[in-house]
């Protein structure tokens, strides 16, 4: 009995809690079982990982590399905008296809705790739209655009894990995905005379500036000049959007 086989009793040990965690439907998953199935005693349990719920953050943590590894897989293109749409599916399917872990993983949330797996899902996330502020194509600062795609993206996911199979309707997804990234980005570049939207040119053209420097920091600036600079920019596409 067990996932014994040329395995190291660590390595057995976090198959095992992947393994029941995947298949709990959300029920307690007792050290018992874990042990058990890892074919160990508790004692090794405790050697490796401290205690129960050690183990299951060595699960998570493998878990979002997995999840990373899968969003950083996603080359980028010339169409930045659309490369945050690929990395909006690819969330959606990864939990999908992982939903225990996932609802351990962005589920588990506590009042005034960020968890660390949300702020480097959203730093991944920002990386794709600085690409896109550089290219005048947000209406705010990356990092707003970050936290709202992300927030919205989570719980999208949720939402349909929550739904029986039959039930599920992975258009919600796409139509959710849409309206979020239609309000903090567009598909073409910035026109200013063309453009009839409400957010002023000079917004979208900070944002632009802020993020192109930030990417590159010219030599023409020093240190305290370019920070100097930065603060302007993100003052006034802060102060003028509202």
Do not use: C
């Not at 160990?40 to 699960?59: M, N, Q, R, W």
């Not at 655009?145 to 258009?171: C, F, H, K, Q, Y």
């Amino acid at each position: 009995m067990g996932t014994k086989g040329e395995l190291p009793p660590k390595a057995r040990l976090l198959n095992a809690a992947a393994t029941l965690l995947a298949e709990s439907a959300g029920a307690p998953v007792s050290t018992r079982q874990i042990t058990e199935l890892a074919g160990v005693t508790a004692p090794t349990l405790y050697h490796h990982f401290g205690d129960k719920e050690g183990l299951f953050d060595a699960v998570v943590t493998a878990g979002f590399e997995e999840y990373l590894n899968g969003e950083r897989s996603l080359l980028p293109t010339d169409q930045p905008v659309q490369d945050v749409r690929r990395m909006w599916d690819n969330h959606v399917q990864f939990g999908l296809d992982h939903p225990q872990l996932y609802l351990v993983m962005f589920g588990n949330i506590r009042p005034e705790r960020r968890p660390a797996t949300v702020a480097e899902a959203e730093a991944v996330l920002e990386q794709a739209l600085n690409r896109a502020a550089a290219e005048g194509r947000l209406v705010v600062s990356p990092r707003e655009a970050a936290r709202s795609i992300l927030a919205a993206n989570v719980g999208v996911t949720l939402m349909l894990i929550s739904e029986p199979d039959a039930e599920r309707n992975v258009e919600l997804s796409a139509m959710t995905r849409e309206a979020v990234i239609g309000a903090v980005a567009r598909d073409s570049f910035f026109d200013p005379v063309q453009d009839t939207s409400e957010t002023p040119s000079v917004v979208v053209a900070a944002i632009a500036l802020n993020a192109a420097l930030q990417s590159s920091h010219p030599d023409q600036l020093s240190s305290s000049e370019l920070k100097l600079f930065l603060e302007w920019l993100q003052r006034i596409s802060t102060t003028s959007s509202s």
